[in-house]
């Protein structure tokens, strides 16, 4: 009787678990292609939440790069810059959309260049201490964003 509880148990809660997990859902992935010994590229993704809470990304890694980090890009009078954040938040049953120019994953020190037609894996961290891993494929400058419905 004991092991029927604790195996009800433990389903319930890797259940939870992975729903917990699911609560973001990745969509329209790319990384940039880069031209040979470029030392960066960037990730760009709609991060959907579908729960009733905002869920907050605090960090991304690859294997594809020694240096992952999340940006955003400001303007700042005539000028564009490149900016550093400490986490993108993700409001509760709404989209972020990770796009060139705004918000994004920035990849440094990359392992090799990326070439289009390969994929690379991403995982995100969230504030809550979740973790979810998406494949992105690797796109072209100018071909990353088109998708079709």
């Known amino acids: 009787m004991k092991l029927k509880a604790l195996m009800l148990s433990s389903l319930i ?4 678990a992975a729903t917990a997990a699911m609560d973001v ?3 329209h992935p790319y990384a940039r292609a880069t031209p040979p010994n470029a030392p960066t590229s960037a990730v760009f993704v709609e991060l959907m939440n579908h729960s009733e809470v ?6 991304a890694q690859t294997p594809a790069a020694g240096k992952v980090e999340l940006h955003d890009v400001i303007k700042e009078g005539d ?6 954040v400490k986490s993108i938040v993700i409001p509760a049953n709404d989209t972020v959309t990770l796009k060139p120019g705004s918000l994004h994953i920035m990849l440094f020190d990359l392992v090799e260049p990326l070439k289009e037609g390969n994929e690379i894996e991403v995982e995100l961290e969230f504030a809550n201490g979740d973790k979810q891993t998406f494949t992105a494929p690797i796109k072209k400058v100018m071909g990353g964003m088109k998708h079709h419905h």
């Open 54 to 59: 905002e869920r907050t990304l605090v960090a």
């Open 79 to 84: 000028l564009m810059k490149m900016r550093q």
């Open 25 to 27: 859902m990745t969509h």
């Open 13 to 16: 809660t890797t259940s939870f």
